[in-house]
């Protein structure tokens, strides 16, 4: 991992080429992260993979995190890997989420974030950036084949979103047992 | 029909080989008509599960094929999706490693090693060394296990099925293993955050070592009945070459990648646990084909004896979990004296340690590949977001560039040496 | 030195000659059957003596016992043990379940070893529908049987709640050994004689679904239930409707006073 000073160091220089692309960094527990505008990632990570001192090859993992309530609030989390000599680098798409402001939408009708897909550089985001689509609602635009990949096609609704219900059913005792139907009806 | 199949060059392009091989055999040409006409066929779409005799899990493949070559397939998977990241949200981190343990339900020990360690790593909690060796032991244990049941199905698969009783006969002195040390056969829960639950008791060692002893004899077994079985040569022999640099573009890792000629383990390039201290190597392939992913497990499974054997001998004495209070349980006898024990325990179990706010993605080398749990925590004492990255799901994205261009029979090879989990792949 | 002299004792007094040995009678007897000498009394003892009789549907029931093909439905954990049920040390040949059967068309019985996920839902209902009469269905493990641990929206709260299922076997995942138990009770349900299981031992027969259902519970099981559910309406009697007014219901004494909103929150059966 960079240490938290060649963290800063990447940061400017991202930052050189592409004004406002990186609007923040953490460094925690021995890992780096780089907190990065969503429009601007495919440059972002064409610069990890491209630069011949960085040399991030791998795309390890794409996935996304829902920080209710804090905004923004969405993050798409793209986890690189320097195979040569063996360095991971987080870049952390912050996203908002249009439906925050203007009031409630109806269900499957509210407005979706939006990223540029990465899947045409990097084919292993193809299913990744599916299921952050199906789980989170984040529109991958560019994406060859955006559609719900572990939820049924026609599912409304974004499951793992904080405020997405976890669903099941309450467990029936002798006390519920007429309220709650199902049981041997 | 006279199969022709010279060697192709390293990594040479599938689709392009196996068309011209077929187009150059068709009956039109063997007849020296004038006129080669093209033979126009229709692409047939078929539906290849959920539910089919091939025992991989419930994947379902749409397949478009041109007689019985495949020109395109669309796996469609979620039909064991379980909601399991979902699901720990709501649970405190120590409820959620059950959870956790089901996804890859082959590897579960290597699914709790990443969730633990994930755990420690954001609590910056350091587990004694008996705890990192126990640990290996039975994430050696789990990979043979592991392999040992691709291998059964694989074969079963394939045609062969005396391999599945042998295989499945040694899983199941592995199991009893399982159930010696953690009580349980599978889903066993015996890794705990800051170490494992409970110490081994006498007579495991014992029992390892004479498993450890008896088990290369098998492997070489099972190699006398398929490694230089003619017709198990030529169902996987030069079929599925997908090059080295593509599986590098679709994110596959693991015996995949490693059949490809990339010598790249993370035990060995950053090593957890135990792994830094023991000597083993890694094999890896040359060509990539079906054979080749064949040879690498079988050779893992000699690699992982050695590890745990190595494992048995350099086991340290000491605790078996760390001593930090906050987070680990205090020892039974302490609960009857000490007050502070007992209100530890007491907010350790009705309320669960809390983890100061992060997040860390912590990956593991498991049977399928690497293996990442990215957790973030919020403070509280549930997590905020826990995800992994499963291997299975990843190496899916392989199994089209493995399949096109090649007949139906190789698509099933493929699926049984691709090796997925269902589990890990739906979560 | 005495040397006594006794004569040995056989079991047949050697005196009179032999009785004829049960063989003997037997070859007699079938020697008379043969010439057609046999009384009538003869004839229908010998009868009930030497042959089998039953019923056809019972021997129907029998071979179908002891004949089932299980269907290979693994889905997701439970299927490992559900393949370790065939393995040579947890054997299932035994019981008779040599083949089993990938397609639907052909197997007897569907064992669900695994989650069932809301998209695998009608797949399930599917191949149970291609299964050909007489077919049960086995559930297998606790995700199976009532959702198991995963209680979210992505897995069906239990099989039965779109297939009939006749075992349920319990476990995450079972061993096979209760794998095995399951399916011998199985076994005994196709053949017509379930096991009662519990209800013999703390004398509950009449406390099944089947008679809750159709009203044919025993008196004392018919009062026990009125007097639970009379129980937990009194409960949620105590509790004011949504809206609140508390304290117009009269609390019985020791009971804690709590948040009228908490009880009702939990009288309606909400889980944590």
Redesign the interface.
């Known amino acids: 991992m960079p240490d938290a000073a060649g963290l800063e160091l990447i940061a400017a220089e991202i930052n050189e080429r592409h004004p406002g692309a990186i609007i923040g960094t953490y460094y925690?527990?021995d890992?780096a992260?780089l907190i990065a505008d969503p429009e601007q990632i495919r440059e972002i990570l064409a610069w990890l993979r491209d630069t011949p001192g960085q040399k991030y090859?791998?795309?390890?993992?794409v996935?996304?995190?829902?920080?209710l309530p804090a905004v923004p609030r969405f993050g798409v989390?793209y986890?690189l890997l320097n195979?040569d000599r063996?360095e991971?680098i987080?870049v952390r798409a912050a996203v908002h989420d249009p439906a925050a402001e203007g009031g409630p939408y109806p269900l499957g009708e509210e407005p979706l974030p939006e990223v540029p897909s990465v899947t045409d550089e990097?084919?292993?985001a193809?299913?990744?950036e599916r299921?952050v689509y199906d789980m989170f609602g984040i529109v991958f635009r560019g994406h060859p084949d955006l559609r719900?990949?572990?939820?049924?096609e026609d599912y409304i609704g974004w499951?793992?979103r904080?405020d997405?219900?976890?669903?099941?059913?309450?467990?029936?005792?002798?006390?519920?047992e007429?309220?709650?139907p199902?049981w041997?009806q | 029909m006279s199969s022709g199949r010279s060697a192709p060059a390293h990594g040479a392009d599938v689709i392009a080989r196996t068309e011209a091989e077929v187009v150059g055999t068709s009956p039109v040409e063997r007849t020296g008509a004038d006129e080669a006409f093209e033979i126009e066929q229709e692409l047939m779409t078929i539906n290849l599960g959920p539910h089919h005799p091939a025992t991989h899990g419930v994947l379902r493949l749409l397949v478009a094929l041109e007689g019985e070559i495949v020109r395109d397939l669309k796996p469609i998977i979620g039909y064991v999706h379980t909601g399991i990241e979902k699901n720990c949200e709501d649970k405190s981190y120590w409820k959620a490693i059950p959870f956790v343990e089901r996804m890859d339900y082959l590897s579960y020990f290597f699914n709790m090693q990443a969730f633990c360690g994930c755990v420690e790593k954001l609590l910056e909690l350091e587990i004694p060394p008996r705890a990192k060796y126990l640990r290996t032991i039975h994430l050696e244990l789990n990979r043979l296990h592991s392999h040992l049941v691709w291998l059964g199905t694989s074969a079963l698969d394939l045609g062969a099925m005396s391999m599945f009783f042998y295989c499945f006969r040694d899983r199941d002195r592995i199991l009893d293993i399982f159930e010696m040390s953690t009580g349980q056969r599978m889903h066993t829960r015996y890794f705990q955050v800051g170490g494992v639950a409970e110490d081994i008791p006498l007579g495991f060692e014992k029992k390892v070592r004479a498993f450890c002893k008896e088990f290369p004899s098998r492997v070489d077994q099972y190699e006398a009945l398929l490694t230089n079985n003619e017709i198990f040569l030529h169902r996987t022999k030069d079929i599925g070459i997908v090059s080295r640099e593509r599986l590098l573009e679709l994110g596959v890792t693991g015996p995949l990648l490693r059949a490809a000629g990339e010598p790249w383990d993370l035990r060995k390039v950053s090593p957890y646990l135990a792994y830094g201290d023991l000597d083993f190597k890694i094999p890896v392939g040359t060509v990539g084909d079906g054979w080749d992913r064949f040879i690498v497990r079988i050779e893992e499974m000699r690699e992982s004896v050695k590890i745990i054997e190595q494992a048995l001998d350099g086991l340290p004495e000491g605790p078996w979990i760390a001593d930090d209070r906050k987070v680990v349980l205090p020892p039974r006898h302490e609960l009857g004296t000490s007050m502070e024990a007992l209100i530890h325990h007491f907010k350790l179990v009705t309320e669960g340690f809390r983890v100061p706010p992060g997040e860390v993605y912590y990956p593991i080398e498991s049977p399928r590949g690497e293996l990442g749990c990215f957790i973030v925590a919020d403070g509280s004492a549930k997590p905020a977001r826990v995800h992994f990255r499963e291997p299975s799901f990843v190496n899916l994205q392989a199994l089209r560039d493995m399949c096109v261009g090649g007949y139906v029979a190789d698509l099933i090879m493929n699926l049984a040496m691709l090796d997925p989990i269902l589990g890990g792949i739906d979560r | 030195m005495e040397i006594k002299r006794e004569k040995v004792r056989s079991a047949l007094p050697l005196d009179e000659p032999p009785a004829p040995s049960n063989l003997r009678i037997r070859q007699l007897r079938a020697r008379d059957l043969l010439r057609g000498e046999l009384s009538d009394e003869e004839i229908e003892q010998l009868v009930s003596e030497q042959t089998f009789t039953t019923r056809l549907d019972k021997v129907l029931n029998w071979g179908r016992a002891n004949a089932v093909f299980p269907a290979t439905f693994g889905l997701a954990c439970c299927a490992i043990e559900m393949m370790s049920i065939v393995s040579p040390r947890y054997d299932i040949a035994r019981f008779g379940a040599e083949a089993m059967r990938a397609s639907p068309r052909q197997a007897d019985l569907l064992i669900l070893s695994g989650r069932v996920s809301i998209k695998m839902a009608p797949v399930v209902r599917r191949l149970y529908d291609q299964m050909l009469e007489p077919k049960w269905v086995m559930s297998m493990g606790a995700c199976s049987s009532s959702g198991g641990m995963f209680q979210n929206y992505a897995v069906v709260q239990g099989a039965d709640k779109f297939l009939p299922v006749d075992i349920h076997v319990p476990g995450c995942p079972p061993r096979p050994e209760a794998v095995l138990y399951g399916f011998n009770k199985l076994q005994r349900m196709i053949q017509g004689n379930p096991d009662p299981g519990w209800r013999t031992r703390y004398n509950a027969h009449g406390t099944e679904e089947w008679a809750r259902q159709y009203g044919t519970l025993t008196d004392e099981a018919r009062e026990a239930y009125a007097a639970a559910h009379e129980a937990a309406k009194q409960a949620a009697d105590l509790v004011p409707e949504e809206g609140g007014e508390a304290g117009e219901a009269e609390r019985a004494p020791g009971e804690r006073t709590e948040a009228p909103a908490d009880r009702a929150e939990r009288g309606r059966g909400r889980f944590l």
């Open positions: 925690e527990h890992q992260c090859t791998f795309l390890a993992s996935h996304g995190a829902d920080y989390h986890e195979r063996v991971r987080r990097w084919p292993t193809n299913h990744q299921e719900r990949i572990l939820m049924p499951p793992q904080r997405f219900p976890i669903g099941g059913e309450p467990v029936i005792f002798t006390n519920n007429r309220e709650v199902g041997t």
